[in-house]
């Protein structure tokens, strides 16, 4: 093993798969959307998504969804929606097992953008993989930038050399935490990238077998 003590994971794309989320911002809330205005459930998203879209994932309101109630008068109902979808909760197929392996030898944890709204609903079978969850959004107030690397980094005791984060989003999983010195992997599960790197991977299966080259 080399320098590398902590294994930071990145939660929607990455260790759960994008239902959950895309049920409650794209179903749950066009739907209460459109019942509340007399509304079509398609009329409603097509609105909701174009607001969406005004805001942008570059701010940190996109993955708020209790600002996203308030902005479209639906109240405090965050709890019932989430709920509501939770049976969509699941893990990629490799990620238990590559957890279960990884733990052995290195720390884990998550930083995530997704709120602690959204993470509380991480399956039981892999929460106990890891020693902390953060939110970027929630308990730091900002997207991944190399800053919260840098947080993450102080608030575990270590120096950037010392971890490595990995997740599905280009610019907020692989370049600001290698900006921070961090090993950073990209998880491209469906090859958006055409031209992929060495760090770059197609499941959590191989991440192993990299890190013991560091």
């Given amino acids: 093993m080399g320098k590398i003590k902590i294994v930071s994971f990145d939660a929607d794309g990455t260790l759960v798969t994008p239902d959950f989320s895309q ?3 794209y179903e749950g809330i066009p739907s209460l959307f459109a019942e509340k205005n007399g509304l079509s459930v398609s009329e409603a998203r097509r609105f909701i998504e174009s607001e969406y879209q005004e805001v942008g994932d570059q701010r940190i309101e996109w993955y708020d969804i209790k600002y996203w109630l308030k902005h479209f008068g639906l109240g ?8 509501r979808y939770r049976h969509r909760v699941s893990c990629y197929p490799e990620v238990n097992k590559a957890l279960s392996s990884l ?8 930083v995530s953008c997704s709120t602690k709204e959204f993470l509380h609903y991480l399956p039981a079978s892999i929460k106990g993989y890891f020693k902390r969850v953060f939110s970027s959004v929630s308990d730091y107030g ?3 930038t ?3 690397y840098r947080a993450v980094c102080w608030e575990m005791g270590i120096a950037p050399d010392e971890m490595a984060h990995v997740g599905d989003i280009w610019e907020q999983d692989f370049i600001a935490a290698r900006k921070t010195g961090i090993t950073a992997f990209h998880l491209d599960r469906n090859n958006m990238r055409k031209r992929r790197s060495s760090l770059s991977l197609a499941s959590l299966t191989d991440l192993e077998a ?3 080259r560091k």
């Fill in 23 to 25: 049920a409650v911002w």
């Fill in 76 to 83: 405090d109902c965050q709890q019932q929606v989430l709920e």
């Fill in 142 to 144: 900002q997207i991944k």
């Fill in 103 to 110: 733990s052995k030898n290195y720390t884990l944890i998550v």
């Fill in 210 to 212: 990299l890190l013991e």
């Fill in 146 to 148: 190399p800053a919260l």
